[in-house]
């Protein structure tokens, strides 16, 4: 009997073990075991209704004619929205802030004392809690908080409350005397000296601003020469930044489109502090340009990491700049019918990831379907994804077309169209040329265009070869290094850069993918005119949304992809049951996940040839 129960355990084993192995059921596709991250859109509509002023798209959303404010608001209607029903104001810091540029190179702002030392005195607090009155932070880093290499909040020390006394200290020890007839102190050569200060005449946080420098300074015994605030649009405060002409410290201001941080490695590389329109503060450091030229050319994610935090120790030690503030970006929405908006670091909640992610309240019907309305303050420029720099396009377009990656919603990098992939150079495969990068690719099994049929490598390629070959204004300077893109079967693809870089990577993981039909007849002379000579109402896209109307001047609806491969399937009832504070259901979406129902029915499997087995045995004994 022993031996019977033994071998009855020993099938049973087999039964599940296999059963665990063979991978989905049929009819299971492979996205339903991705993140829930990737799982969406759960809408069937969203509407981009053109609405210019910045008070009229406030009213609009308090009067529920839009559900979504499609920019920034100003913060002037912060309290407005604040105190309106159903209304949620929420805020994301920018990728972006205000600082001051100094020329490293002029005697004696050449001196590393004397940068600290103003930076030491500036109050950032005053900045960010007073004259920002709380909507923005103080910042140290040239490279935003909100990007996930910033090395904000992790250095020993910072600037942003005044410390006068240890600013007066380093310039005590670096032989920056006061001279007791003036009363300013001389350079260490012993002669005077005055720092002139330029600001923008259009800005009131610039005025403001610099006030506090100039309070800073004083504090310091340094003698200024206060011009007054330039003209912001005229040559001359530029042709000084760009083409390094004379200047002492000048307030500006800087706003990134990514997370990318390849720019360090030139922006303030020594061999730029001469180049026009790069390196503005004219700095040269040789442990600086040691790791930006790691930053630039490894392949390695960590060692650009690491490259990239100790650039940014040396430029908050060395001040060639002063970043003052990282300011907040805020966005205004109506709760009363759809939840899950997505506050993205990149965009604040208006972004692809809230069209992606929002779904009905249970109350209205959901989570699925319904339509979501934007405000968008100028009408599409175009519908050529390649031209287009206007951010109203940009909200649009974006959801038609999908790429290789997406930045998420935290700023990490997601494979989207592309399961895994893997990079070489010639020390990791011989037949690689020396000196080239080559990325594979594996596309994602049961990508579709719009219309349904399956999106290849091979259309991948086409896309990226057209673009470089166009000479695409905006991706070719990033696709110029690119030697070849091929697919070596339907679902792998290859890509290879005659020099050595990780940020090849981000070269094409976000570049737009564009069917083959509507790229094979344009050339180098008219890919700009794509727009007029190809859209006639049948475009195909790959993204999760494709247009469905255009009123000109009145609105813009896009309507859900139903082939793309992410979407939800819809179920034909909801049934009752206990839902979560996002109105989803939890009891449902927990039983019918497919990765527990698959457990499911392996254990139920497992349990009835269990039964069967042992009353086998059973009898066989009894008999």
């Given at each position: 009997?022993?031996?019977?129960?033994?071998?009855?355990?020993?099938?049973v084993?087999?039964?599940?073990?296999?059963l665990l192995?063979?991978?989905?059921?049929?009819?299971?596709?492979?996205?339903?075991?991705?993140s829930p991250?990737?799982?969406?859109?759960?809408?069937?509509?969203?509407?981009?209704?053109?609405?210019?002023?910045?008070?009229q798209?406030?009213i609009?959303?308090q009067?529920?004619?839009?559900?979504?404010?499609?920019?920034?608001?100003?913060?002037?209607?912060l309290?407005?929205l604040?105190?309106?029903?159903?209304?949620?104001?929420?805020?994301?810091?920018?990728?972006?802030?205000?600082?001051?540029?100094?020329n490293?190179?002029?005697?004696?702002?050449?001196?590393?004392?004397?940068?600290?030392?103003?930076?030491f005195?500036?109050?950032?607090?005053?900045?960010s809690?007073?004259?920002?009155?709380?909507?923005?932070?103080?910042?140290?880093?040239?490279?935003?908080?909100?990007?996930?290499?910033?090395v904000?909040?992790?250095?020993?020390?910072?600037y942003?409350e005044?410390?006068?006394?240890?600013?007066?200290?380093?310039?005590?020890d670096?032989?920056?005397?006061?001279?007791?007839?003036?009363?300013?102190?001389?350079?260490?050569?012993?002669?005077a000296?005055?720092?002139?200060?330029q600001?923008p005449?259009?800005s009131?946080?610039?005025?403001e601003?610099?006030t506090?420098?100039?309070?800073?300074?004083?504090?310091?015994?340094?003698d200024?020469?206060?011009?007054?605030p330039?003209?912001?649009?005229?040559?001359?405060?530029?042709?000084?930044?760009?083409?390094?002409?004379?200047?002492?410290?000048?307030?500006?201001?800087s706003?990134?489109?990514?997370f990318?941080?390849?720019?360090l490695?030139?922006?303030?590389?020594s061999?730029?502090?001469?180049i026009?329109?790069?390196?503005?503060?004219?700095?040269?450091?040789d442990?600086?340009?040691?790791?930006?030229?790691?930053?630039l050319h490894?392949?390695?994610?960590?060692?650009?990491q690491?490259?990239?935090?100790?650039?940014?120790?040396?430029?908050?030690?060395?001040?060639?700049i002063?970043?003052?503030?990282?300011?907040?970006?805020?966005?205004a929405?109506?709760t009363?019918?759809f939840?899950?908006?997505?506050?993205?670091?990149?965009?604040?909640?208006?972004?692809?990831?809230t069209?992606?992610?929002?779904?009905?309240?249970?109350?209205?019907?959901?989570?699925?379907?319904?339509?979501l309305?934007?405000?968008?303050?100028?009408?599409?420029?175009?519908?050529?994804p390649?031209?287009s720099?206007?951010?109203?396009?940009?909200?649009?377009?974006?959801?038609?077309f999908?790429?290789?990656?997406?930045?998420?919603?935290n700023?990490?990098?997601?494979?989207?169209?592309?399961?895994?992939?893997?990079?070489?150079?010639?020390?990791?495969?011989?037949y690689?040329p020396?000196?080239?990068?080559?990325?594979?690719f594996?596309i994602?099994?049961?990508?579709?265009?719009?219309?349904?049929?399956?999106i290849?490598?091979?259309d991948?390629?086409?896309?990226?070869?057209?673009?470089?070959?166009?000479?695409?204004?905006?991706?070719?300077?990033e696709?110029?290094?690119?030697?070849a893109?091929?697919?070596?079967?339907?679902?792998?693809?290859?890509?290879?850069?005659?020099t050595?870089s990780?940020w090849?990577?981000?070269?094409?993981?976000?570049?737009p993918?564009?069917?083959?039909?509507?790229?094979?007849?344009?050339?180098?002379?008219?890919?700009?005119?794509?727009?007029?000579?190809?859209?006639?109402?049948?475009?195909?896209?790959s993204?999760?949304?494709?247009?469905?109307e255009?009123v000109?001047?009145e609105?813009?609806?896009?309507?859900?992809?139903p082939?793309?491969?992410?979407?939800?399937?819809?179920?034909?009832?909801t049934?009752?049951?206990t839902?979560?504070?996002?109105?989803?259901?939890?009891?449902?979406?927990?039983?019918?996940d497919?990765?527990?129902?698959?457990?499911?029915?392996?254990?139920?499997?497992?349990?009835?040839?269990?039964?069967?087995?042992r009353?086998?045995?059973?009898?066989?004994?009894?008999?």
């Amino acid at each position: 009997m022993r031996r019977n129960s033994r071998i009855c355990y020993a099938i049973v084993c087999v039964i599940s073990i296999s059963l665990l192995s063979i991978g989905p059921l049929p009819g299971q596709a492979n996205h339903q075991f991705l993140s829930p991250l990737m799982s969406g859109p759960f809408l069937d509509e969203v509407q981009y209704h053109i609405i210019t002023q910045d008070d009229q798209q406030v009213i609009a959303l308090q009067d529920n004619e839009i559900d979504l404010i499609g920019n920034t608001i100003d913060p002037s209607f912060l309290v407005t929205l604040q105190e309106a029903a159903n209304i949620e104001v929420d805020n994301t810091l920018r990728n972006g802030y205000g600082y001051l540029t100094i020329n490293t190179q002029k005697f004696p702002l050449n001196y590393t004392a004397l940068r600290r030392a103003i930076a030491f005195a500036l109050d950032k607090e005053h900045i960010s809690d007073e004259i920002w009155d709380g909507l923005s932070v103080p910042q140290d880093s040239p490279i935003p908080q909100i990007n996930p290499v910033s090395v904000e909040g992790f250095l020993d020390f910072t600037y942003y409350e005044p410390e006068i006394a240890r600013a007066n200290s380093l310039l005590d020890d670096a032989g920056f005397t006061i001279n007791q007839t003036s009363g300013f102190r001389d350079a260490p050569n012993g002669r005077a000296f005055n720092i002139t200060i330029q600001w923008p005449d259009s800005s009131y946080i610039a005025i403001e601003i610099t006030t506090e420098l100039i309070k800073a300074i004083e504090s310091l015994h340094i003698d200024i020469d206060i011009h007054e605030p330039v003209c912001w649009h005229c040559a001359g405060i530029w042709n000084s930044l760009y083409f390094h002409w004379d200047y002492d410290i000048i307030f500006l201001g800087s706003s990134f489109s990514s997370f990318d941080v390849d720019w360090l490695g030139r922006e303030f590389h020594s061999e730029y502090s001469t180049i026009p329109y790069y390196n503005f503060a004219n700095f040269r450091n040789d442990t600086y340009d040691f790791y930006a030229d790691i930053l630039l050319h490894s392949i390695d994610y960590d060692e650009v990491q690491n490259a990239a935090e100790r650039m940014q120790e040396i430029l908050v030690y060395e001040c060639p700049i002063i970043v003052c503030y990282e300011n907040l970006l805020l966005s205004a929405y109506r709760t009363d019918r759809f939840t899950e908006f997505v506050n993205d670091v990149s965009k604040g909640v208006p972004g692809w990831w809230t069209n992606f992610k929002v779904q009905l309240k249970q109350e209205e019907g959901g989570p699925f379907g319904g339509t979501l309305r934007w405000s968008n303050a100028l009408d599409l420029d175009t519908y050529n994804p390649l031209i287009s720099h206007s951010v109203y396009t940009r909200n649009v377009l974006d959801n038609l077309f999908d790429s290789l990656f997406k930045i998420g919603p935290n700023g990490e990098d997601i494979p989207w169209m592309v399961e895994s992939f893997t990079v070489e150079t010639h020390e990791d495969n011989q037949y690689i040329p020396d000196g080239h990068t080559r990325f594979v690719f594996d596309i994602r099994d049961g990508l579709t265009w719009s219309d349904g049929s399956q999106i290849t490598a091979d259309d991948v390629a086409y896309a990226l070869n057209k673009y470089r070959d166009l000479e695409v204004f905006g991706y070719y300077d990033e696709l110029a290094n690119m030697t070849a893109a091929y697919s070596r079967t339907p679902s792998t693809l290859a890509v290879e850069f005659n020099t050595e870089s990780y940020w090849h990577l981000h070269s094409i993981a976000y570049k737009p993918i564009i069917r083959r039909n509507m790229l094979e007849g344009i050339g180098s002379e008219d890919w700009d005119d794509w727009d007029e000579s190809v859209f006639n109402g049948s475009l195909v896209y790959s993204g999760p949304y494709q247009i469905q109307e255009h009123v000109l001047g009145e609105y813009i609806s896009l309507q859900a992809n139903p082939y793309y491969l992410f979407r939800p399937e819809v179920p034909e009832t909801t049934p009752l049951s206990t839902t979560n504070e996002s109105g989803s259901n939890v009891f449902f979406d927990y039983l019918f996940d497919p990765s527990l129902s698959y457990i499911v029915t392996a254990v139920s499997v497992t349990v009835i040839a269990f039964v069967i087995i042992r009353w086998y045995f059973f009898r066989k004994t009894s008999s």
